[in-house]
């Protein structure tokens, strides 16, 4: 039955506001749920509105509705605004301890050498990156490999090409990359990229009115995957250590390498 119950709540919760239309939502399985979720986080900062402006909602209604908002909250983002918010909690993930510290340790084992050969450049020629070395790395001894078999398999659904290189992106401690958009011809609809060696912040912007932004914490040995409206729409980047700020807590940065996976962009012809 594609006319799922949350879906019908949330046609209903657009034109009259009940608590047994909040009740509505408690469907885990309809696959609306999220969407619907989303909805009422862009339509509701928070649920203080609704005690000032109507009394009749019952302490149950109320509690559900902190519970769904909760629900769509992730530690790690802060946003402007909530429809920022619930689009950048849909489609910008991450998973705070991906990588446990011998993983990383045997990921930088790999890397290192050639890494440390290169000299920082502090003026990229499109002047997106500060302070940076890079590299696209095919052959990976078998650990590493089946550690980028797991991000591959948790951000790109069977059957979508990638590509075979792997973006080893190094900044130093003072280095940061400024807000830009992956190029569409080369990158496809998600970027999916471990962090080492240091946390930060990454800001993503919406393209089209910067002041509507989310700020990303990415600590060290995480995986994010940036994707769809995310990716898209949204510009990246990572704060520099004078602006490392996340919830008002300094987020000291340090040299910060990042490994990067990212699928085939779709073939227009
Ligand atoms: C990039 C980029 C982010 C990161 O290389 O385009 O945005 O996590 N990198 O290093
Ligand atoms: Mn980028």
Known sequence: MAFSRCR???????????????????????HWRPYCLAKLVSHHASYSHFQSTDRSFSTSSLLMLSTVTKELRKPYLMATDPETEAILAEDMLVFPDFLSEEEEQ????????????????FDHWDNAIHGYRETEKLQWNVSNQKILQRVRHLAFPPGIPQIAYVHVLDISKEGYIKPHVDAIRFCGNTIAGMCLLSSC???????????????????RRSLYIMR?????????????????????????????????????PEKLD
């Open 8 to 30: 019908m709540f949330l046609q209903k919760y657009c034109s009259v506001l009940s608590p047994t239309s909040f009740r509505e939502i408690a469907f885990p399985k309809c």
């Open 106 to 121: 045997s990921l930088l084992n790999e890397v290192e050498p050639y890494m440390k050969r290169l000299r920082y450049e």
């Open 201 to 219: 912040v990454m800001r993503l912007a919406l393209e089209a009115d910067n002041s509507r932004h989310g700020d990303v914490l990415l600590k």
């Open 228 to 264: 769809h409206k995310a990716r898209y729409n949204y510009t990246h980047e990572v704060l520099s250590q004078e602006r490392s700020v996340f919830k008002g807590e300094v987020i000291p940065r340090d040299r910060r390498i990042s490994v990067i996976c990212r699928n085939e």
